[in-house]
């Protein structure tokens, strides 16, 4: 999915929040090693999004029988994000990253 076509799905605050997700690791990419801060925001998205699941079943035996389909759904999501950003990252190599 082109990041034009993802874009037109997602609500009109989605790259705000985004953008301050990024920024701060920008910040902390300054004193800290970029595959530290990098572990740290995934676990961070992998934490929140537990929450999310366990958060929305009505007891402990509902959040088990979600556990599978939350996880498939997570990480088809973060896969097709991953390769859409590789490729755009790829495609503009030297304007984004000379």
Do not use: T
């Given at each position: 999915m082109s990041q034009e076509k993802a874009a037109q799905?997602?609500?009109?605050?989605?790259?705000k929040r985004t953008d301050a997700f990024i920024q701060l690791a920008n910040q902390l990419?300054?004193?800290?090693?970029?595959?530290?801060v990098s572990a740290s925001l995934l676990y961070a998205a992998a934490r929140f999004n537990a929450f999310i699941v366990a958060?929305?079943?009505?007891?402990?035996?509902?959040?088990d029988r979600n556990k599978v389909?939350?996880?498939?759904?997570f990480t088809n999501q973060y896969r097709a994000m991953?390769?859409?950003n590789m490729d755009d990252y790829i495609e503009k190599f030297d304007e984004?990253?000379?």
């Open positions: 799905n997602m609500d009109k605050d989605f790259f990419s300054q004193e800290q090693d970029l595959g530290k958060s929305s079943a009505a007891d402990k035996a509902e959040a389909q939350a996880i498939d759904y991953l390769l859409a984004y990253l000379k």
